[in-house]
C-alpha cells in the first residue's frame, strides 16, 4: 500500500512498533518541527502493521561492529545527512531531505546483538511536519533495509 489516499495518515514508520529506537541527536533540529519526536503507540502502530506487515525488524548472524560499518555505507550512499553515530550505543541517526519540497524526515538505526551472534536492526523514519507522509517513510526504510543486505551480502 503507497498509493496517496491509499496509505494510513501516519507520518512515523518503525520496524518496531512496540519499543521503536528513540531519536537522540535529531532532538535539537526537531525543536521547530510541527510533528513531536515522540513515537504515536499503538493506534499508529496498529495502522502501520495494516498497511505494511513487511516492515519488521532485520536480523542478520552478521556482528554489530560490520553491520554498523554497513549502516554508515548505506547512509552515506542514501544522500541523507548523517546526524548522530554512535557506534558504542548502536545508534546512527540521520536526516532525509526529500527531493521537491525539501522537507525534513529524520530517522534512527538501532543496532542490538543478538542471543548467541548476529545483529537486529531496527529503523525508524519520522516528518517533522504534516499528517500524512503518502507513505515516503515506508518507502524509506523499505530501501534502506534492502541496501543494507546487498552491502552486508544477505537475503534475509
Same mark, same amino acid.
Given at each position: =500500500?503507497?498509493?496517496?489516499?491509499?496509505? &494510513?495518515?501516519?507520518?512515523? %514508520?518503525?520496524? *518496531?512498533?512496540?519499543? &521503536? &529506537?528513540?531519536? %537522540?541527536?535529531?532532538?535539537?533540529?526537531? #525543536?521547530?518541527? +510541527?510533528?513531536?519526536?515522540?513515537?504515536?503507540?499503538?493506534?499508529?502502530?496498529?495502522?502501520?502493521?495494516?498497511?505494511? &506487515?513487511?516492515?519488521?525488524? =532485520?536480523?542478520?548472524? %552478521?556482528?554489530?561492529?560490520?553491520?554498523?560499518?554497513?549502516?554508515?555505507?548505506?547512509?552515506?550512499?542514501?544522500?541523507?545527512?548523517?546526524?548522530?553515530? *554512535?557506534? +558504542?550505543?548502536? $545508534?546512527?541517526?540521520?536526516?532525509?531531505?526529500?527531493?521537491?519540497? $525539501?522537507? #525534513? *524526515?529524520?530517522?534512527?538505526? +538501532?543496532? +542490538?546483538?543478538?542471543? !548467541?551472534?548476529?545483529?537486529?536492526? *531496527? %529503523?525508524?523514519? #519520522?516528518?517533522?511536519? !504534516?499528517?500524512?507522509?503518502? !507513505?515516503?517513510?515506508?518507502?524509506?526504510?523499505?530501501?534502506?533495509?534492502?541496501?543494507?543486505?546487498?552491502?552486508? !551480502?544477505?537475503?534475509?
Amino acid at each position: =500500500m503507497d498509493a496517496g489516499s491509499a496509505v &494510513p495518515p501516519i507520518n512515523d %514508520v518503525t520496524t *518496531d512498533t512496540h519499543d &521503536p &529506537p528513540q531519536f %537522540v541527536a535529531v532532538l535539537p533540529l526537531r #525543536k521547530r518541527a +510541527r510533528n513531536p519526536p515522540d513515537y504515536g503507540g499503538e493506534p499508529v502502530a496498529i495502522l502501520q502493521r495494516a498497511a505494511w &506487515p513487511e516492515i519488521v525488524p =532485520m536480523e542478520t548472524p %552478521v556482528g554489530r561492529v560490520q553491520v554498523h560499518a554497513a549502516v554508515r555505507t548505506v547512509v552515506a550512499g542514501s544522500g541523507w545527512a548523517l546526524i548522530g553515530d *554512535d557506534e +558504542r550505543a548502536g $545508534r546512527i541517526e540521520a536526516t532525509a531531505t526529500t527531493r521537491w519540497w $525539501r522537507f #525534513k *524526515d529524520d530517522l534512527v538505526i +538501532r543496532l +542490538r546483538d543478538l542471543p !548467541g551472534a548476529g545483529t537486529r536492526i *531496527d %529503523v525508524r523514519s #519520522k516528518s517533522r511536519i !504534516g499528517r500524512n507522509d503518502l !507513505g515516503a517513510n515506508a518507502r524509506r526504510i523499505r530501501t534502506f533495509l534492502a541496501d543494507l543486505r546487498r552491502t552486508l !551480502g544477505t537475503q534475509r
